[in-house]
Structure formats: structure tokens, C-alpha cells
């Protein structure tokens, strides 16, 4: 029998599920995170998990083996290959997702034709993997489709019709609903994210909704090397999100005013902007410092637009004097960064929309300020607060007290794993009753 020492429950009732992530460890894309917390602490709560996913060989990205050293080593991992990088290329096919369409359903049912399995999730971005659920409830099993960002979005619909986001989004709007159709549960990273999806699906019981964060895992630190001083450093780790323009440029203008205001006030202080292009490219164009220098202070600004791997990341995080968090204008955005940069124990300023679920996070947690905006004055309404805000963490640091651990104990990679067990139980009950949603 399975017991503690592998991390499984010591049930022999436990259940069994396939994860379907094309990305997990040794990449270190965000995608990749959602199935690596979820197949290190399933176990725990009740859940065989086996992880489908693809090659290492067949990824663009840069590996992080660091990364995948964390993954515990009773997870059984089946890596499928995916259409070669070069072949792909040629007809303007990059996503992971359909490169390993073929060889993620191939193992995905084949695992569903020899073993007993309980329940199929299927994680994305990539999204396309998700049109596997139909042949998944053929066969008579539960799917849970978990959408990480919108399939379906106001940005994609903003996209000019004939560009390649513009494609992608007509896309979307024909393959989404025909996913949904065939899943037994809805999952998100979000409550509304999950609201606007369900305007869409209104059919699709409440009970069968559920929203999760990435969250994060304490334990990830233990792999990064203690970081050595490196000053009054405010640092952005991670990518520049889409419709985020205002409330960088409303960042900036706090940071001309404040320095207006109080010129000593940041002497020294450099504002390091890393990973923001979201690709691997090192001749990658600054995104960040053209608005920085929109505003005049584009000579307080350090720029590295190629993507870091995580645990470089959080090596930055926690080296950092102040991480700084900032989000896009719409208030379904939830960040995953913001629960491993408040592990890290720096303190924290933040921007977010004041109805999404970071700024509630951030605004209960301690250990920084929170500062957010409405839809009614836009980011330019919360610049006074947010130049006071950055004279205060700058001057108080540490002295603003720690993160309450309290906080942050929902959103740790064993309570996110533990929710999502119950979840699948509870869509497991529904398959069982007159309330369950028929195959397609």
C-alpha cells in the first residue's frame, strides 16, 4: 500500500487521474507549474496522479533540469513527441499544444484503454489539448477542463481580425465551445474568471465551476542559492501582461513625481525589470523601458526582456529590496508570480485592478501595500497613492512586518492540490446522478 513516504494517501480506495499538461518540467514556462504542484500533492489527498506531457527534446524554451529535480520521483511521467520544431516552423506552427496534439491523445487514451482511470484533466495554455475531451467521455470517464488564462478573451477580440492573435481568437470562438461541451467540470485561476466564462456556458451547473491559483510551494526555495546584497533593487519578475500599458505608464508617472517631489528619495534605487518579453531570445527588444522613458525616468530603469527560468526568478525575488507586481487593466488578471514573490519574504507594492483576486490577496497579506484602481479613473486615478506607497516601502523595507503565513496557507501548492481533489469528487458525484452532464 502507498504510503506517506511517497507522498500518496494510504487509502486503497485512491483514485486515479491523467494530467494533461504539454508543458512540465524541465520547462519552466508558467504552464508548466499548475501540473507540477498538483502531481507532487495529489497523492496526498486521495489522487493517483500520472502526468502526459512532452518531450523535453521538442520544447523551444530553454530546460530548467533544476526544476524538474523537484518533482518527486514516485509522479509516473509519460512524455510524448510532439511534430519537430523545424517542420513545424515552415507552416507557421509553433505552440507546443499542436505540435503534441497527436501523440498527447494517442497516450491519453491509450491509457484509458489498458488501466482504470477516474478523471482526465486537461491544464492549458496551451489550450488545443482540451479537444481531446470529447473522445475522453466517449469512453466513459470524467474530464476537467483547467483554463490557467482565457481561451476566449476581450484582448484577443481587440486584435486586428487578419493579425495572428486576431486568427487565433476566430479560432477560439469555433474550438472553445466544443471543448466545454465535453467536460464534466470547469476549473480557473479565478472566480472571475470564471464569471465570464459562465456567460458564455450558462448551462454548466454552478456546483461543476471551480477556482483555483497556480498558487505556490515553499519547498522551491530550497533549490535556489541564498542571493547575495544587491541594494535598493525594485525588482518585475516575469512577463509584460496584455492590456497593461496604462498602468505601467500610471507606474511611471508615480515614479517622476515621487523623484520631483523628494529628489533624495531615490538616489541609489535602481527599478530592474526581468524576463519581460516572455521569450529566450537575448536580442529581445525592451518592452518596458520605452514607456519608463515616455514618463522621463527611463534612467532609473534595468531591462532584461529574455525570459528567466524560475528558479533564477525567485532567486531574484528574494535577493530583491522591493518586488514590485503589476497587472493588467482588466479585473479577471491573476498573476501566479505574486505567491512565490510573497514567499520569498521581500516586501511588496503592488497595482492590480481592486476587483481581482491579486489585489484582494495582496491587500489581506501583509508584508507590502496593495494599491488598486476601478474601471472608473483607470490606473491614472491610483497614482497619488501609488507615489506615497513607493516612498513608504522604500523608507519602511522590513519594518513593514513580514507576510502572515495564514494568508498565504490557502494558496500553497498542498491546499490548492487538496481543493482540487474535492473538486474532482465533487464532479465525479455529479457524473453519478441526474444533476451529471451527458457525453457528447
Known amino acids: 500500500m502507498a504510503g506517506a513516504d511517497d507522498g500518496r494517501a494510504p487509502d486503497a480506495r485512491i483514485r486515479r487521474v491523467l494530467i494533461v499538461s504539454p508543458h512540465f518540467p524541465p520547462s519552466s514556462l508558467a504552464a508548466a507549474h499548475r501540473a507540477r504542484h498538483l502531481a507532487a500533492h495529489l497523492g496526498a489527498h486521495g489522487w493517483r496522479p500520472t502526468v502526459i506531457t512532452v518531450r523535453p527534446e521538442d520544447y523551444e524554451d530553454a530546460l530548467d533540469h533544476r526544476l524538474a529535480a523537484l518533482v518527486p520521483g514516485h509522479v509516473e511521467i509519460l512524455r510524448v513527441p510532439a511534430l519537430p520544431r523545424r517542420l513545424a516552423r515552415r507552416v507557421g506552427i509553433g505552440d507546443i499544444g499542436l505540435r503534441g ?170 527599478f530592474r525589470f526581468v524576463g519581460t518579453a516572455a521569450v529566450t531570445d537575448p536580442r529581445a527588444a525592451p518592452v518596458v523601458t520605452p514607456i519608463a522613458a515616455a514618463q522621463g525616468v527611463a534612467d532609473l530603469v534595468e531591462e532584461i526582456p529574455m525570459r528567466l527560468p524560475y528558479l533564477d526568478a525567485l532567486g531574484e525575488m528574494w535577493g530583491c529590496a522591493v518586488n514590485l507586481m503589476v497587472g493588467s487593466d482588466e479585473p479577471h488578471y491573476t498573476a501566479s508570480r505574486i505567491y512565490p514573490a510573497l514567499m520569498s519574504g521581500r516586501p511588496f507594492l503592488s497595482l492590480y485592478h481592486a476587483q481581482s483576486s491579486a489585489h484582494t490577496i495582496l491587500s489581506r497579506c501583509g508584508g507590502g501595500i496593495a494599491v488598486g484602481f476601478d474601471a472608473a479613473g483607470g490606473p491614472a486615478a491610483a497614482e497619488p497613492a501609488l507615489r506615497d506607497a513607493l516612498a513608504r516601502v522604500l523608507a519602511a523595507g522590513d519594518r513593514l512586518g513580514p507576510v502572515d503565513p495564514a494568508a498565504i496557507a490557502p494558496f500553497t501548492g498542498s491546499e490548492i492540490a487538496r481543493r482540487c481533489a474535492r473538486f474532482f469528487e465533487r464532479v465525479l458525484a455529479a457524473e453519478g446522478s441526474s444533476s451529471g452532464r451527458a457525453a457528447p
Open 101 to 270: 496534439y497527436a501523440g498527447l491523445r494517442r497516450a491519453v487514451l491509450g491509457c484509458l484503454d489498458r488501466d482504470r482511470h477516474d478523471l482526465v484533466f486537461i491544464t492549458g495554455f496551451p489550450f488545443y489539448p482540451m479537444l481531446i475531451a470529447p473522445a475522453v467521455r466517449r469512453r466513459g470517464v470524467a474530464v476537467v477542463l483547467d483554463f490557467q488564462d482565457p481561451w476566449i478573451s476581450d484582448w484577443g477580440a481587440a486584435r486586428p481580425p487578419a493579425s495572428k492573435a486576431g486568427l487565433a481568437h476566430r479560432l477560439a470562438l469555433h474550438l472553445e465551445p466544443r471543448a466545454v461541451a465535453a467536460a464534466s467540470g470547469i476549473m480557473s485561476v479565478s472566480a472571475n474568471q470564471n464569471d465570464a466564462m459562465r456567460r458564455r456556458y450558462p448551462e454548466i451547473p454552478e456546483a461543476l465551476w471551480c477556482a483555483l491559483p497556480i498558487g505556490g510551494d515553499w519547498g522551491d526555495f530550497a533549490a535556489v542559492p541564498a542571493p547575495a546584497a544587491s541594494g535598493p533593487v525594485v525588482l518585475f519578475a516575469g512577463t509584460f501582461p496584455p492590456r497593461s500599458g496604462a498602468v505601467f505608464s500610471a507606474l511611471f508617472r508615480a515614479v517622476a513625481s515621487l523623484r520631483a517631489a523628494e529628489p533624495g528619495r531615490l538616489a541609489g534605487v535602481r
